[in-house]
């Protein structure tokens, strides 16, 4: 988890504050470090993904106990799938995949949104679906924490927004709409200012020391 979040193999080498520069050594570092560890080249992309994801973004950490049949299930969907990477940013996207993931633990807990979020799968939306999955079982102890940005030259990571509520904030987009299809401005506009799904309010500020704490203490 240090490496991925951080890049580091030790809690204590993680800097203070990161340039672009110092980012893509520590990322040269790593690969270095852990090439050896993949039957498979991974490729640019592929490392770019794995490793330092705290200094490219704030990052929302929802812990939920899980059975050993649960974490079995997971593992048998993930071995029965082919290694191979498709993306496409309709179907399937990377929230697909952790929605289709998740829902090998709690089925039935995650679907799109086609009113917030015009069918394609978002990141808010599987936050969203599993934050009402949970409020349905108030009997699973879980927690919601947030690891901030580490400080330095990286582009500042943003609010978690679906479809239509970035669409929306994002004006210089409405305003070809506006002159096109006025009645779907009023659609789009409408349903960005209902989106209030659940963005992980009320979450914990953890550091990156207290951050795996909670994680070794939430995994038992």
């Not at 200094?55 to 290694?83: C, F, G, K, S």
Request: proline content about 6%.
């Amino acid at each position: 988890m240090a490496e991925y979040l951080f890049s580091v193999d030790r809690l204590n080498d993680v800097p203070a504050s990161v340039g672009k520069e110092r980012f893509s050594q520590m990322q040269a570092d790593f690969k270095t470090r852990e090439s050896s560890t993949f039957a498979e080249n991974i490729g640019p992309e592929g490392w770019l993904q794995i490793s330092g994801e705290a200094y490219r973004r704030r990052i929302v950490m929802v812990r939920v106990p899980t059975t050993p049949e649960q974490d079995a299930r997971v593992m048998h969907w993930l071995n029965a799938r082919r290694n191979v990477s498709s993306f496409n940013l309709f179907y399937p996207n990377c929230a697909d995949f952790t929605g289709q993931l998740l829902g090998q633990l709690f089925p039935g807990a995650f679907h799109r949104s086609y009113f917030f979020d015009a069918g394609i799968m978002t990141p808010r939306q599987n936050l969203a679906s599993l934050h009402a999955y949970l409020e349905r079982h108030p009997r699973l102890r879980w927690s919601v924490s947030v690891l901030p940005q580490v400080p330095g030259e990286m582009p500042r990571s943003g609010h978690l927004r679906g479809i239509t509520e970035a669409y929306l904030k994002s004006w210089w987009f409405l305003l070809p709409l506006d002159a096109l299809d006025p009645f779907e401005l009023g659609t789009v506009t409408a349903s960005g200012l209902l989106d209030h799904r659940y963005r992980g309010k009320n979450a914990t500020i953890a550091l990156p020391a207290t951050f795996f704490e909670d994680a070794d203490e939430h995994s038992h």
